[in-house]
């Protein structure tokens, strides 16, 4: 069964305190790798997108990695402004795209 | 430019009532998504239509129906609201024709069924 696991559930960082989000998956045929981020009360906002292994994509403080089984999400030097929840979702053939449950980040002034 | 956009915001019914969400997108993507967010659930999928005139079921469609309206409106009708329906829903598009498009969401409708 496809299957999107992310870790930590949640994440209290310092500010300034680099560290890194896991996504790990077990999809077959992957599509793409998709990183987003959700604000409370709002929708999932798109970050990048990672096709095949070895891609690595950057925006600002982040930066998104991909192997053959897992994704990683490194935060560099975060501020209190990138707390949210990260999702990861996987699109397998057929266009489905399947859901992790998040990591949920806070970062401490 | 409005990207998505969901009607309404907030809701709450009682057991057994109907209702639709509405969902509109101004990006010309020929495929629009329900999706329902629970906690420690993620996001699971209702309904998508891949083009103007399809539905298929996605991996919770009981006690939803939907509609593609045109390209791009796509509503979610509850006929009888039951309590377990008690959730966030998001509506989705993407751009079909390219392969690994993302999905862009709209902002949520929150449903509170008593």
């Known amino acids: 069964e496809d299957q999107v696991t992310q870790s930590p559930e949640a994440l209290r960082l310092q500010e300034g305190e680099s560290s890194s989000l896991n996504c790990s998956y077990t999809v077959s045929g992957l599509r793409g790798l998709f990183w987003y981020r959700q604000d409370p009360g709002k929708g999932p906002e798109f970050l990048f997108t990672l096709y095949s292994a070895g891609e690595e994509k950057e925006k600002e403080r982040l930066k998104a990695t991909l192997t053959k089984k897992e994704s990683f999400l490194h935060i560099t030097a975060p501020k209190p402004e990138d707390s949210a929840t990260y999702l990861c979702?996987?699109?397998?053939?057929?266009?489905?795209?399947?859901f992790g449950t998040g990591t949920s980040l806070t970062v401490i002034p | 430019n409005a990207g998505v956009t969901q009607t309404p915001k907030f809701q709450v019914l009682k057991t057994g009532q109907s209702m639709t969400l509405q969902c509109a997108q101004d990006?010309?993507?020929?495929?629009m998504y329900w999706y329902r967010q629970d906690p420690g659930m993620g996001l699971r999928l209702i309904y998508y239509s891949a083009s103007e005139g399809t539905t298929d079921k996605g991996e919770v469609p009981n006690g939803y129906n939907v509609s593609r309206l045109n390209k791009r409106e796509f509503s979610l009708r509850l006929e009888s609201a039951a309590p377990s329906q008690t959730s966030v829903y998001f509506c989705a598009s993407s751009e079909l024709t390219f392969t690994r498009s993302p999905l862009h969401f709209g902002n949520g409708t929150r449903l509170t069924v008593t």
């Open positions: 979702a996987v699109q397998a053939p057929g266009n489905q795209f399947y």
């Open positions: 990006m010309n993507h020929n495929s």
